[in-house]
């Protein structure tokens, strides 16, 4: 059975342009978490999507957005780049979304802002 | 807000020794405690989860304790080998179904 994949593994990009990362969950799995793991603050949650509508979001500005297609394939997408946004972005999934389902990441997308 | 500290940030022990990595949490009402392990530049891989209704989790030479009244986890690795060496990362859930995480241990396991 194929782990949580996610695409690109490596981006580099500069300020003030876009990118969208995308994540497959494990088949079967409905709903996809982001989170943010920087040296500083560590892991943070940006939000969990479930059935295409976005349940919680994290304490990111609005620049972050996401979404959830039809066969659970999330992308995230952050907008206006700034120098801050470099980190490690981990998806992670989960069979049915509920808190005490077990939560499986993916290998992360690597995002260098210069 | 739910916070979770992981003492020590890192430690070094010779091959062969018992690893002790301990995990406290501020908010007793989760659901759930998993452990993950992270190597460098990596994702996470989930170790082990507890439900908040158990008490210790076990696989293989890892095994987990949780007493949720406390608010205190500890992860034992017994015989620590070279590859064990990594960040190890605990995490619980709450009601908002989000993982809330401590910094890590990191784990050199000398040969």
């Known amino acids: 059975k194929a782990g949580v994949t996610q695409t690109p593994r490596y981006l580099i990009k500069t300020r003030g342009q876009q990118v969208t990362l995308s994540c497959s969950p494990i088949s079967g799995h409905r709903s996809v978490s982001w989170y943010q793991q920087t040296p500083g ?13 976005q349940r919680n979001k994290g304490n990111f500005p609005g620049r972050f957005s996401g979404r959830q297609f039809s066969n659970s394939r999330s992308e995230m997408n952050v907008s206006t780049l700034e120098l801050g ?3 490690l972005y981990l998806c992670a999934s989960s069979i049915a979304g509920q808190e005490y389902n077990e ?4 290998p992360g997308t690597r995002l260098t802002v210069l | 807000k739910q916070e979770v500290t992981q003492i020590p940030a890192a430690l070094s022990v010779p091959e062969g020794e018992n690893l002790v990595l301990n995990c406290s949490f501020t908010d007793s009402a989760i659901y759930n405690l998993q452990w ?3 190597d460098p530049g990596k994702g996470l891989t989930s170790l082990l989860l507890i439900q908040s209704s158990q008490r210790e989790q ?5 095994n987990a304790s949780l007493d949720k009244s406390s608010g205190r986890s500890t992860l034992y690795i017994a015989a620590s080998q070279p590859g064990d060496s990594a960040t190890y990362l605990c995490a619980v859930i709450g009601g908002n179904n989000r993982l809330a995480f401590g910094k890590g241990n990191q784990v050199v396991v000398i040969p």
């Open chain 1, 85 to 87: 946004d470099s980190a």
């Open chain 2, 58 to 62: 076990t696989s293989g030479r890892l």
């Open chain 2, 36 to 38: 993950f392990r992270q």
């Open chain 1, 103 to 106: 939560q499986f990441f993916g």
């Open chain 1, 41 to 53: 603050q560590g892991l943070q949650f940006l939000f969990e999507y479930f059935s295409e509508t």
